[in-house]
């Protein structure tokens, strides 16, 4: 990623998110009080908080079922990210500190995996 414009994007979401900490669960995309990075940059491109129902809870009624959730994928096209930064970024285990990195990292354009991040802010699953 080096367009100007999408780096913004980038800080623009991350500066909501750091306003609004109430406001952010990395492990949710929506719950109507609270949502993860992908959602804040949806609210951040314009998008209602119906909207992102919508999105998050799209009912296809020829399956008789939910399809996908929308919420990461139009973030995704929201910031032009690709599907490597898109997952990191949008992992729901991110801390606060880890997003600041991440996206320290896209805009660098030295990315590393996951499992980096969680090791530099001491998270263990295996504990």
Known sequence: MNNFGELNRLDRTLNRVAANPREWNQ???????????????????????????????????????????????????????????AGVLFQGDNTFEMLEWIVSDIKAGTLQDWEYYAEKADINYDA
């Open 27 to 85: 492990r949710t995309w929506w719950c109507g009080t609270a949502g993860c990075f992908a959602a804040h940059a949806l609210l951040e491109a314009g998008y209602t908080t119906h909207q992102l129902a919508v999105l998050k809870d799209r009912y296809n009624p020829d399956e008789r079922e939910f399809d996908e959730n929308m919420v990461p994928l139009h973030a995704k096209k929201w910031l032009k990210l690709n599907d490597d930064e």
